[in-house]
């Protein structure tokens, strides 16, 4: 058997390249007399953007300050040992850019072994052991804790989770194991199965000591000074911790059972890793750890080694690298500075824009509309949402204010728009309105205002062609609720300059969206994949494969909701406008369906009704469907949706909608919240073989997204 120093060495010889973190060791005597005392500091040199993370380097420093603790323990030297993080990060977890180097089972194996080796020698030295969670803290960070006697944490930590489960992993050093022993499984299910699939839902300082993974909590400020006097009274017998009973009954299985729910209500059983944090969890009731631990190495080598977690990682860094610096961006200093903000329309999508401008630029935003009901209405939604802000503590009293004394609005669009930097259309969804719209605009706004429409389908350069100045029109597309999803599509016209497009770009930051650069092309991207993809399943229904199947048939992708739910969601008369848009364009490939425009035509918000409580065909609808008498299986079903998506999706590249695939991907998983073991749609579609069958070559190279050859 190889030594956990050997285990360690072969893996850092694979990741030249990992950012290392040190863990320096440092003496001191605490307070109230308690003794002399040893904390380890772990800090990878760079400030808190760049977050503590544990590769096998880090692994091996971590190691040798135990060595020392323990040393220094035994020879009854200290009384206690404490760790900690640098300024505003505990520790992050394992280094995915490792990770994803790992092309060998044992490799993955021996990571996940090397962790537990180290961490778990913080539980067998011979006096106490303490974690400070002093700032955020994730998986692998969150586990070194969990391994020591006692923890304490920080009420201004901003964010504490364990979120291997989301990326396609387990929290495999000691996390599925030890968190059920400590908490309870039911608490434990709802941080490591619940809170991940929940789009990786953070906690607050306050909730982990709430769930009592900390056993105090103290405010940021002089959190390590009060932590350590606290330290003093524990190791005094002055504080005695107090933990409760874990119920290693029925409870236990119930809360598995209960993990299981949300994991199949979630993913379907499309991504294995809920289902082997549960296997761990459920066999964790009889407390032995070491069971665990071999469980954790196990799962954590499948996984690493299995086409999920790498399309999970490749998501990961779309999201956190490619979002941020969007592909095709202009330089970023032609961007002019945006004063003031205006808004045609005053519905819910305005309203809602509104109040985004408002609250992250904090400029004053005007909006317009055509009669002073529909103004004030919008005027007071946006108050209203202000209010709900300050109810939940999440703004002061003197902000709010501020914000409502800024969003005004007006019926005269030159009284509203003559001094606006920025003027953005949300308004009925039809060329020839846009066109005078925007005429309107023109006529009364500053020669270097932006125009921007939010048009979810329509042509801007069309929209710009009757302008002055075509060159200032750029397409804005936000997707709804546009409060929680953060894609924003910025579409370049034929004729948009590139200082037009630097601000659009510019303003997009601020609003703290997720910005990826479109040609004009019909429904840009979200739209015209999705609309392909349910086109497909309503083709499938309309020529005579029963509902049910239809819909079941694609439940293997585990898809945030069933294609139907999703027509719902959007609206069954803008889910038809946007396929006729699309028929217009492309019409040997997007069908407009009968039976949908039937559903239009007589009113229906959707296909289901739900009285039971679940999502049931609605009678009404039913009697509405024509069906013809071709009856396919959920497997054809799939095939054929699957089919035509890739082909859409080459088509797409092939015209240059976006620059690669990888934009495709990252419009997918931030606009529509398609899964990351996905890795948006295109590393699926590689795995499965269908990129090649109908396409002829696969979306993506070779070890993107997938394990290296």
């Given at each position: 058997m190889s030594t956990t120093a050997e285990l360690l060495q072969q893996a850092s010889d694979l990741f030249p390249d990992e950012v290392v973190t040190t863990a320096h060791v440092r003496h001191f005597d605490l307070p109230l007399g308690a003794g002399r005392f040893a904390l380890i500091t772990l800090d990878n040199g760079l400030?808190?953007?760049?977050?503590?993370?544990?590769?096998?380097?880090?692994?091996?420093?971590?190691d040798a300050a135990i060595d020392q603790a323990e040393k220094e323990a035994a020879d009854g030297e200290i009384v206690g040992v404490g760790i900690t993080g640098k300024p505003f990060v505990f520790a992050v977890g394992a280094d995915l850019k490792g990770v994803e180097l790992l092309t060998e089972w044992e490799h993955a194996h021996a990571i996940g072994k090397g962790g537990h080796d180290v961490f778990k020698r913080l539980s067998g030295l011979a006096v106490p052991t303490f974690a400070y969670y002093n700032g955020a803290a994730m998986g692998g960070g969150v586990e070194v804790g969990?391994?020591?006697?006692?923890?304490?944490?920080?009420a201004a930590v901003p964010a504490f989770s364990l979120p291997e489960v989301f990326l396609g992993l387990v929290p495999g050093w000691g996390g599925c194991t030890l968190l059920p022993n400590l908490i309870g499984a039911d608490k434990a299910v709802s941080v490591i199965i619940e809170n991940s699939l929940n789009q990786n839902k953070?906690?607050?300082?306050?909730?982990v000591y709430e769930l009592g993974i900390a056993d105090a909590i103290f405010e940021g400020a002089d959190f390590l000074e009060q932590s350590l006097i606290w330290t003093a009274a524990v190791l005094k017998g002055e504080i005695v911790v107090e933990r409760p009973v874990i119920d290693r009954g029925e409870g236990w299985d119930q809360a598995v059972a209960k993990g299981r729910f949300i994991a199949d209500s979630k993913v379907h059983g499309a991504a294995p890793a809920a289902y082997r944090a549960l296997d761990i969890i459920a066999a964790a009731k009889n407390g032995d750890l070491q069971q665990g631990y071999d469980a954790e190495d196990q799962a954590l080598a499948d996984l690493i080694m299995g086409g999920e977690l790498r399309a999970g990682i490749y998501a990961f860094n779309l999201?956190?690298?490619?979002?941020?610096?969007?592909?095709?961006?202009?330089?970023?200093n032609l961007a002019r500075p945006v004063g003031k903000v205006g808004v045609v329309g005053a519905g819910l999508m305005a309203s809602q824009l509104a109040l985004l401008f408002l609250r992250r630029l904090e400029v004053p935003v005007v909006l317009t509309d055509i009669d002073q009901e529909r103004v004030d209405k919008g005027v007071g939604y946006v108050h209203a949402e202000i209010d709900k802000l300050l109810g939940k503590g999440r703004i002061g009293q003197d902000k709010a204010n501020r914000l409502k004394a800024l969003v005004t609005g007006v019926l005269d669009k030159a009284e509203g728009f003559a001094d606006a930097d920025f003027v953005i259309e949300a308004v009925f969804e039809e060329m020839g309105v846009k066109q005078q719209v925007f005429a309107e605009v023109e006529a009364v706004a500053p020669a270097h205002a932006i125009l921007a429409t939010n048009t979810s389908s329509l042509s801007?350069?069309?929209?710009?062609s009757k302008l002055e100045h075509p060159e200032r029109v750029v397409g804005f597309h936000f997707f709804n609720p546009v409060a929680v999803l953060p894609l924003l599509e910025i579409v370049r016209g034929e004729r948009t300059d590139d200082a037009s497009l630097a601000t659009a770009f510019a303003v997009a930051k601020k609003l703290k969206k997720t910005a990826v650069l479109v040609k004009d092309a019909p429904a840009f991207?979200?739209?015209r994949v999705l609309t392909r993809f349910?086109?497909?399943?309503?083709?499938?229904?309309?020529?005579?494969?029963?509902?049910?199947?239809?819909?079941?048939?694609?439940e293997p992708l585990g898809l945030p909701m069933s294609p139907l739910v999703l027509l719902e969601l959007v609206?069954?008369?803008?889910?038809?406008h946007v396929s006729e848009t699309l028929n217009r364009a492309f019409p040997d490939r997007f069908t407009v369906s009968p039976n949908l425009k039937a559903v239009v035509a007589a009113g229906k918000r959707g296909f289901y009704v739900y009285d039971s409580g679940r999502p049931e065909l609605d009678p009404e609808v039913a009697a509405l469907l024509k069906q013809g008498d071709t009856v396919l299986t959920e497997e054809q079903v799939r095939a054929r949706v699957l089919d035509a998506v890739a082909r859409e999706i080459g088509l797409m590249l092939d015209e240059g909608v976006v620059a690669e695939a990888q934009d495709i991907d990252l419009c997918l998983i931030t606009g529509a919240g398609w899964p990351f073991h996905l890795g948006g749609v295109t590393p699926y579609l590689d795995r499965e073989g269908v990129s090649e069958r109908v396409n002829g070559k696969r979306f993506l190279e070779p070890g993107t997204a997938s394990v290296p050859a």
């Amino acid at each position: 058997m190889s030594t956990t120093a050997e285990l360690l060495q072969q893996a850092s010889d694979l990741f030249p390249d990992e950012v290392v973190t040190t863990a320096h060791v440092r003496h001191f005597d605490l307070p109230l007399g308690a003794g002399r005392f040893a904390l380890i500091t772990l800090d990878n040199g760079l400030d808190h953007t760049k977050p503590t993370t544990f590769g096998p380097q880090s692994l091996a420093n971590l190691d040798a300050a135990i060595d020392q603790a323990e040393k220094e323990a035994a020879d009854g030297e200290i009384v206690g040992v404490g760790i900690t993080g640098k300024p505003f990060v505990f520790a992050v977890g394992a280094d995915l850019k490792g990770v994803e180097l790992l092309t060998e089972w044992e490799h993955a194996h021996a990571i996940g072994k090397g962790g537990h080796d180290v961490f778990k020698r913080l539980s067998g030295l011979a006096v106490p052991t303490f974690a400070y969670y002093n700032g955020a803290a994730m998986g692998g960070g969150v586990e070194v804790g969990l391994h020591c006697t006692y923890r304490t944490v920080s009420a201004a930590v901003p964010a504490f989770s364990l979120p291997e489960v989301f990326l396609g992993l387990v929290p495999g050093w000691g996390g599925c194991t030890l968190l059920p022993n400590l908490i309870g499984a039911d608490k434990a299910v709802s941080v490591i199965i619940e809170n991940s699939l929940n789009q990786n839902k953070q906690l607050k300082g306050a909730q982990v000591y709430e769930l009592g993974i900390a056993d105090a909590i103290f405010e940021g400020a002089d959190f390590l000074e009060q932590s350590l006097i606290w330290t003093a009274a524990v190791l005094k017998g002055e504080i005695v911790v107090e933990r409760p009973v874990i119920d290693r009954g029925e409870g236990w299985d119930q809360a598995v059972a209960k993990g299981r729910f949300i994991a199949d209500s979630k993913v379907h059983g499309a991504a294995p890793a809920a289902y082997r944090a549960l296997d761990i969890i459920a066999a964790a009731k009889n407390g032995d750890l070491q069971q665990g631990y071999d469980a954790e190495d196990q799962a954590l080598a499948d996984l690493i080694m299995g086409g999920e977690l790498r399309a999970g990682i490749y998501a990961f860094n779309l999201v956190q690298k490619r979002g941020k610096r969007p592909a095709g961006a202009p330089d970023k200093n032609l961007a002019r500075p945006v004063g003031k903000v205006g808004v045609v329309g005053a519905g819910l999508m305005a309203s809602q824009l509104a109040l985004l401008f408002l609250r992250r630029l904090e400029v004053p935003v005007v909006l317009t509309d055509i009669d002073q009901e529909r103004v004030d209405k919008g005027v007071g939604y946006v108050h209203a949402e202000i209010d709900k802000l300050l109810g939940k503590g999440r703004i002061g009293q003197d902000k709010a204010n501020r914000l409502k004394a800024l969003v005004t609005g007006v019926l005269d669009k030159a009284e509203g728009f003559a001094d606006a930097d920025f003027v953005i259309e949300a308004v009925f969804e039809e060329m020839g309105v846009k066109q005078q719209v925007f005429a309107e605009v023109e006529a009364v706004a500053p020669a270097h205002a932006i125009l921007a429409t939010n048009t979810s389908s329509l042509s801007v350069t069309e929209m710009a062609s009757k302008l002055e100045h075509p060159e200032r029109v750029v397409g804005f597309h936000f997707f709804n609720p546009v409060a929680v999803l953060p894609l924003l599509e910025i579409v370049r016209g034929e004729r948009t300059d590139d200082a037009s497009l630097a601000t659009a770009f510019a303003v997009a930051k601020k609003l703290k969206k997720t910005a990826v650069l479109v040609k004009d092309a019909p429904a840009f991207v979200v739209n015209r994949v999705l609309t392909r993809f349910m086109g497909e399943i309503q083709n499938v229904i309309d020529e005579g494969t029963p509902v049910e199947v239809a819909e079941k048939a694609v439940e293997p992708l585990g898809l945030p909701m069933s294609p139907l739910v999703l027509l719902e969601l959007v609206g069954p008369a803008i889910g038809l406008h946007v396929s006729e848009t699309l028929n217009r364009a492309f019409p040997d490939r997007f069908t407009v369906s009968p039976n949908l425009k039937a559903v239009v035509a007589a009113g229906k918000r959707g296909f289901y009704v739900y009285d039971s409580g679940r999502p049931e065909l609605d009678p009404e609808v039913a009697a509405l469907l024509k069906q013809g008498d071709t009856v396919l299986t959920e497997e054809q079903v799939r095939a054929r949706v699957l089919d035509a998506v890739a082909r859409e999706i080459g088509l797409m590249l092939d015209e240059g909608v976006v620059a690669e695939a990888q934009d495709i991907d990252l419009c997918l998983i931030t606009g529509a919240g398609w899964p990351f073991h996905l890795g948006g749609v295109t590393p699926y579609l590689d795995r499965e073989g269908v990129s090649e069958r109908v396409n002829g070559k696969r979306f993506l190279e070779p070890g993107t997204a997938s394990v290296p050859a």
